[in-house]
């Protein structure tokens, strides 16, 4: 079985800073996309990172613009895991943060576009 597993979460305060870790187990984890997307409590889910699964030299990262600048994906493959490197954390960015994979095309931003979800792991800024 496909698991993704998320930890970092935490309650931090404006401006301060949260790694979220997701370690990928039961899949070929260098063959997929992987992504961060949040739901914010009485939100819809908002994608919020991604990045390929391109060897590092060709690798790409991308952001929704409500993080951009202050967020940052990585990956190791070696090891299965992405995360997701918060700084300058604000009241907004609250919600529960789940690590997606298995990118089935279309829009990186549509739920439906990702085949496995983790359980998630909740950040609150406050």
């Known amino acids: 079985d496909v698991q993704l597993v998320e930890s970092g979460g935490g309650l931090v305060q404006p401006g301060e800073s949260l790694r979220l870790s997701c370690v990928a187990s039961?899949?070929?984890?260098?063959?997929?996309?992987m992504s961060w997307v949040r739901q914010a409590p009485g939100k819809e889910v908002e994608w919020v990172a991604g990045?390929?699964?391109?060897?590092?030299?060709?690798?790409?990262?991308s952001y929704a613009d409500s993080v951009k600048g202050r967020f940052a994906i990585s990956r190791d493959n070696a090891n299965k895991m992405v995360w997701l490197q918060m700084n300058s954390l604000k009241p907004e960015d609250t919600g529960m943060y789940y690590c997606?994979?298995?990118?089935?095309?279309?829009?990186?931003?549509?739920?439906?576009?990702?085949?496995?979800w983790g359980q998630g792991t909740q950040v609150t800024v406050s």
């Open positions: 039961g899949i070929t984890f260098s063959r997929h996309d």
């Open positions: 990045i390929t699964s391109l060897p590092s030299l060709f690798r790409a990262a």
């Open positions: 997606a994979g298995g990118y089935k095309g279309g829009s990186y931003l549509a739920p439906s576009a990702w085949t496995y």
